[in-house]
């Protein structure tokens, strides 16, 4: 578990404590869709299925995600860009990088994701990965790189079908 002196991995440069566990605890909800995804980021590197699977939108949320095949270590999150999902907002678009070691390779996946918000509050509704790239490379691996679940798969043949 992150110490609360610990900076929160969501980017923000604010302390945990300050950041993300208030939402990861339930006592704040996130008020953006930026701000929610900053908070799953978190808790995917955490393996924080609870905090997971409650902001998933019911529609599309699995029963279960298997952490125990996990082998990524989530690193860093970049927010690229944000199309709606404020405050006042029903719905919203945020385009990001995500940071991961596997394997002794750092990674680099880059994905735009849906939210939409239930009941006052934002949720995950889905996301489209754009690329999987080795970092440091120019080429984009795509489809052909490691799937980020840690399944061994190319995300072509995991994740992405």
């Known amino acids: 578990m992150i110490?609360?002196?610990?900076?929160?991995?969501?980017?923000?440069?604010?302390?945990?404590?300050?950041?993300?566990?208030p939402f990861h605890q339930n006592t704040k909800n996130p008020l953006t869709a930026a701000l929610l995804m900053r908070s799953r980021f978190t808790a995917y590197a955490m393996k924080n299925e609870e905090y997971l699977l409650q902001t998933w939108?019911?529609?599309?949320?699995?029963?279960?995600?298997?952490?125990?095949?996990e082998t990524a270590e989530w690193t860093k999150?970049?927010?690229?860009?944000?199309?709606k999902g404020e405050e006042k907002d029903s719905k919203g678009i945020v385009e990001f990088k995500a940071y991961y070691?596997?394997?002794?390779?750092?990674?680099?996946?880059?994905?735009?994701?849906?939210?939409k918000k239930t009941a006052g509050r934002w949720v995950y509704l889905d996301g489209i990965v754009k690329s999987v790239i080795k970092a440091g490379?120019?080429?984009?691996?795509?489809?052909?790189?490691?799937?980020?679940?840690?399944?061994?798969?190319?995300?072509k043949?995991?994740?992405g079908k």
Not at 3 to 21: F, M, P, R, T, V
Not at 57 to 69: G, L, T, V
Not at 139 to 155: H, I, L, M, R, W
């Open 157 to 159: 043949r995991c994740c």
């Open 77 to 83: 999150l970049e927010i690229l860009k944000t199309k």
């Open 101 to 115: 070691t596997q394997d002794n390779q750092d990674y680099v996946m880059s994905e735009i994701s849906r939210f």
């Open 57 to 69: 939108d019911i529609s599309k949320r699995p029963k279960e995600i298997n952490f125990a095949k």
């Open 3 to 21: 110490e609360n002196s610990i900076k929160c991995l969501c980017g923000s440069d604010e302390h945990y404590a300050l950041c993300c566990q």
């Open 137 to 155: 490379q120019e080429t984009n691996q795509g489809k052909n790189a490691p799937c980020s679940c840690g399944s061994g798969k190319k995300y």
